[in-house]
């Protein structure tokens, strides 16, 4: 018998793809965790039946969510990651040869330990001695740390239940008090198609941060069509890349080029916010 995940992305819009195995799954005190084994998309990490990262398709949406921010500073040294339990963004924050710490801010710690479990070529990194991991809530550990960061970048799940507060303006706020002058933020921002927080998250960060923009790619793994995220700088523009580093960064999807193309927006999106 087939077995087939599906994900509801509106009343009316579903995905489905089929599932080989049930590797892992377990209840944590803040929500439903699996793994499962797929034959299109590798093995997925799922959170409260949402599928977060695939092993076939993660370095499209961990690439991008990295070096689109960390490119663009001179010099990022210090680095927050909230959320990323999985361990696949601080894994790229890792490759940029200034970085010397990478703390990992969250909240359950069991994504991180099925994670490394299930899902090493995607955690490994997350055993690097540059590596900080803090088991805590990202909305009260930014608060606590004012011009401290080069880059902080927000992995999280989707705005439903603990994740909802990370798309309002008052934590976009803490974000920008806790970077150094120079300092860039990025966060996920969902499908502009399906997504109802797209326009307000964007808008968030725009009226906080003096230069900030949607950008876009496509990851299978997630809905059909674009997927976004949001960056907001202190000081540098988005086409400010430091290009001569990526001789010494592996990538697979991000390039200069693609950088600069993912700013450009198409028009109904540029409408939306
Ligand atoms: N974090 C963003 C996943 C959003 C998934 N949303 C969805 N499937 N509707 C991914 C974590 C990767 N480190």
Known sequence: MDIWFTENH???YKVSWRIDKILHSERSPYQEIAVVESPDLGRALLLDNTVQTTTRFEFIYHEMIAHVPLMLHPRPQRVMVIGGGDGGTVREVLKHPAVETVELVEIDERVIEVSKEWLPQISFALDSEKVNIKIVDGLQYVKQH???????IVDCTDPVGPSLELF???????????????GIMVSQTG??????????????IQEVFPHSSPYLTCEPTYIAGFWSFTIGSKKYKFDNINSDRMATIETRYYTPDIHRAAFVLPKYIEQMI
């Open 10 to 12: 509106t009343e009316g």
């Open 146 to 152: 004012a011009s401290r960061y080069d880059v902080i």
């Open 168 to 182: 309002t303006k008052n934590f976009y706020r803490d974000v920008f008090n806790a970077l150094k002058a120079d």
């Open 191 to 204: 499908s502009p198609t399906f997504s109802s927080h797209f326009t307000e998250a964007v808008k968030g």
